[in-house]
C-alpha cells in the first residue's frame, strides 16, 4: 500500500510503498533521511550493540575454546590425513573481507594442490555457484581427502581460530573474497555491517545449491533481524545440515 509522508520542514510531501507484509521488518525500527529530492524510507538493522554486542562476543568465544577442547583429536587426525595425502602445508589461509571491509586472513584445512590459487583464473569461467562465490562440483584441484573433508565442512573448524581472534563469529554471513567483495552492491555491503561467520542463514537454507537471490536474501535478513536466539536456532540447525551433506562441494 502507499504511504504519504511529510519530508523533513514541512516542504512537501514524499510516496512510500509500504510492503503488506510486515513480517519482515518486525524487528526493526523505521528510518527516515532526508535527499535532495525526496524522502527516503528504510529499516535500521538492529545490529549488535552493547549488551547485546558483548552477549554474542560471550557466545562466540565459549562456544570458540569449547569446540577447539573437544575436537583437539579430530583437529590432529584431521592434519595429518591432509598431510599424508597430498604435499604442502596442513593448513591454508585466504585474505577474505570482513565487517566493514576489514581483511584478514581466514584459516581452513587445506584441500586442495597448492598451486590452486594460481589455477583458479582458467576455471571462473566454469563456476557451478551462485554468482557471488565462485564454486565447482568437480574441481579439479581438490585433494582426496579435500573431497571429503568439503562434503562434512569439516575443512572449515580451524576457522574456531578465527572466531577467537575476533576476526569471525561463529553465526553471519560468509567472508568473501576481495575481488568478490568489489563486485558488491551499496544493498550487498549491508552483509558487512557485521562479522562474517563460520555458518549462517545461507549455509543451512541450501548453501551452494541457492541461487545469487535468495543467498543474498538469507544474509540481508540475518543482518537485518539478528538476535541471539536468530544465533542459537541457527546453530542448532547447522549440525542437521552439516550431517545431510546438502548443497556441499
Known sequence: MLRQITRPG???TARMREAADAEDVRDTAL?????????LAGTAPPRPEGPARALKRMLDVSGALAGLLALAP???LLGLLVRLDSPGPVLFTQQRVGAHGRLFRM???RTMVPDAEARLPELLESSDGNGLLFKMRSDPRVTRIGTWLRRFSLDELPQLLNVLAGDMSLVGPRPPLPHEAERFTPVMRRRQ????????LWQVSGRSD????E???????????????????ILARTFRA????EGAY
Do not use: C, N
Open 74 to 76: 579430530l583437529l590432529l
Open 242 to 245: 552439516v550431517v545431510r551433506a
Open 193 to 200: 555491517r557485521v562479522r562474517p561467520g563460520m555458518t549462517g
Open 31 to 39: 528510518a527516515l533521511r532526508d535527499t535532495s529530492e525526496h524522502a
Open 210 to 213: 541457492l541461487g545469487q537471490e
Open 215 to 233: 543467498s543474498i536474501r538469507l544474509d540481508l535478513s540475518y543482518v537485518d533481524h539478528w538476535s541471539l536466539g536468530l544465533d542459537l536456532v
Open 10 to 12: 514541512g516542504e512537501g
Open 107 to 109: 584459516v581452513k584445512f
